[in-house]
């Protein structure tokens, strides 16, 4: 797996970050604050965000911007894997359409969502430092990082859809044996060309792909080959 790949995977494991923004109100001050985000198919962040929250005044006046997350599972700070995203958050048109992937993701921020002062701000990559342990420390730039598109960001719903009506219990053994986690209420929330997300019970759980998928057919083939995986290990 390359550096670029390895830190798209580190941010979509995760489902906030502190972003920092330039403090209009401190002339230029960084000012960070916790954020929920989500990462898109292309690697770009998307961010549901108030009118009325400091972080948004300062990216109208100036778009700016960092994003970092880490490994929030490892007991030593200073060994944790970390990603950090550097670039521009601008506000995006297709409300409905973010709206509909982000709330899969993220339920519980529909009052947000359906607040007329709330938007969503995509951040797009200038740069990317991934740090995955001790030594192992890089710089991606935007080309590196990004990802083309690719058929599967328009047939993902309906690979969720057939997911979640025909393989429930195939996710279940997927929480099960990857992650140990004896979930009962099982759900696809989201694929992309890393991987897919489940939500078990409370939690939402990442499955990562050996190899990029791109399209309905290459995520069959990935997904049978998990259940291989997990029928040879019985």
Excluded at 70 to 97: F, L, S, Y
Excluded at 108 to 119: L, P
Aim: with cysteine.
């Amino acid at each position: 797996m390359n550096i670029a790949r390895e830190a798209r995977q580190m941010l979509r494991a995760h489902r906030y970050g502190a972003l920092c923004t330039l403090s209009k109100k401190f002339d230029g001050h960084p000012f960070g604050s916790i954020t929920p985000y989500l990462v898109d198919h292309d690697g770009s962040l998307l961010i549901l965000i108030s009118t009325l929250a400091e972080h948004t005044r300062n990216i109208h006046d100036d778009p700016r911007v960092s994003l970092i997350t880490h490994n929030q599972d490892a007991p030593q700070i200073q060994a944790q894997g970390r990603v950090t995203v550097v670039g521009k958050a601008n506000p995006i048109a297709g409300r409905e359409q973010a709206g509909k992937r982000y709330l899969r993701y993220f339920p519980e921020a529909r009052a947000y969502f359906e607040m007329h002062d709330f938007s969503f701000y995509r951040i797009e990559p200038i740069a990317v430092r991934f740090i995955g342990g001790f030594g192992k420390i890089h710089w991606s730039n935007a080309e590196d990082y990004a990802v083309p598109l690719y058929p599967l960001i328009s047939q993902e719903e309906e690979v969720i859809a057939h997911m979640n009506s025909e393989h429930v219990e195939s996710m279940q053994h997927y929480c099960k044996h990857f992650h140990q986690c004896d979930a009962v209420d099982v759900e696809m929330v989201g694929m992309d060309c890393d991987g897919f997300d489940l939500r078990a019970d409370d939690c939402v759980l990442r499955f990562v792909f050996s190899e990029p998928v791109l399209d309905a057919h290459q995520a069959r083939q990935a997904l049978v080959a998990f259940s291989q995986l997990i029928n040879s290990r019985q």
